[in-house]
T-cell receptor, first 114, second 111 residues
Framework: DTEVTQTPKHLVMGMTNKKSLKCEQHMGHRAMYWYKQKAKKPPELMFVYSYEKLSINESVPSRFSPECPNSSLLNLHLHALQPEDSALYLC?????????????FGQGTRLTVV | QKEVEQDPGPLSVPEGAIVSLNCTYSNSAFQYFMWYRQYSRKGPELLMYTYSSGNKEDGRFTAQVDKSSKYISLFIRDSQPSDSATYLCAMSSGSARQLTFGSGTQLTVLP
C-alpha cells in the first residue's frame, strides 16, 4: 500500500473562513510534507514534519498552520487566506525522516479562495 | 541558471513511439534522482527512483543517470495514450533540505 489519502478533494472558501486540510498515510513513513502547486509549475515545499516534529517551514505565511497529531496524520489549518493562495495542495510522505528522499504524494486538495 | 533544467514541451508523439524525457542539473552533489508522472488535476505519482549513476528498468520505463554529464533521462517504450501526462524530474543530495524539481514536460501520446 503506497497510498497517501487527502481530504477534501475540492474546497472553496471565503477570505474570512477557517478550514482544514487532512492527510493520512499508513505506510509507516517517518516524514510528511505539505506542498503547494500552481498550474503548470512544479510543487513548492511548504512544511516538513520529521518524526512528528516540524523540521522545515519554508517561510510560509502564518495564515497556514500545520499540525501533526501522530505519525500517520497531517493537517493544514487555513485562516484568512487570499485569492492568490488558490492552488493544488499536496501532502506527501517518505519512509526516511529526511526530506530529500523519494516522496509519495496524495491526490491533492484543489483549493479556491473567493 | 536554475539548478535543474527540464524542457517544458509540449511534446506530442504517436502511439507506440519511444519517448525520451530529459533533465540537466548543475549541482554535482545530487545523488538521488526521481521521475514523477502527474495527470491533470492529480498528485504526482512516483515512477522511478535511482541512486547515483546507472540505469533502472521497470516495464516500459527506463531511467538513466549520467552523473559525469549531469544528465538524467526517462525512456518510455511503446508509448500509450494513457502515458499522456506531465513528467517531473526531481533530485537531491544527501544534505539537501528538500527535493529540487524540474519544471515538468507535458507529454501527449496520440492514438
Amino acid at each position: 500500500d503506497t497510498e497517501v489519502t487527502q481530504t477534501p478533494k475540492h474546497l472553496v472558501m471565503g477570505m474570512t473562513n477557517k478550514k482544514s486540510l487532512k492527510c493520512e498515510q499508513h505506510m509507516g513513513h517517518r516524514a510528511m510534507y505539505w506542498y503547494k502547486q500552481k498550474a503548470k509549475k512544479p510543487p513548492e515545499l511548504m512544511f516538513v514534519y520529521s518524526y512528528e516534529k516540524l523540521s522545515i517551514n519554508e517561510s510560509v505565511p502564518s495564515r497556514f498552520s500545520p499540525e501533526c497529531p501522530n505519525s500517520s496524520l497531517l493537517n493544514l489549518h487555513l485562516h484568512a487566506l487570499q485569492p492568490e493562495d488558490s492552488a493544488l495542495y499536496l501532502c506527501a510522505s517518505s519512509l526516511s525522516g529526511r526530506p530529500n528522499t523519494e516522496a509519495f504524494f496524495g491526490q491533492g486538495t484543489r483549493l479556491t479562495v473567493v | 541558471q536554475k539548478e535543474v533544467e527540464q524542457d517544458p514541451g509540449p511534446l506530442s508523439v504517436p502511439e507506440g513511439a519511444i519517448v525520451s524525457l530529459n533533465c540537466t542539473y548543475s549541482n554535482s552533489a545530487f545523488q538521488y534522482f526521481m521521475w514523477y508522472r502527474q495527470y491533470s488535476r492529480k498528485g504526482p505519482e512516483l515512477l522511478m527512483y535511482t541512486y547515483s549513476s546507472g540505469n533502472k528498468e521497470d516495464g516500459r520505463f527506463t531511467a538513466q543517470v549520467d552523473k559525469s554529464s549531469k544528465y538524467i533521462s526517462l525512456f518510455i517504450r511503446d508509448s500509450q495514450p494513457s502515458d499522456s501526462a506531465t513528467y517531473l524530474c526531481a533530485m537531491s543530495s544527501g544534505s539537501a533540505r528538500q527535493l529540487t524539481f524540474g519544471s515538468g514536460t507535458q507529454l501527449t501520446v496520440l492514438p
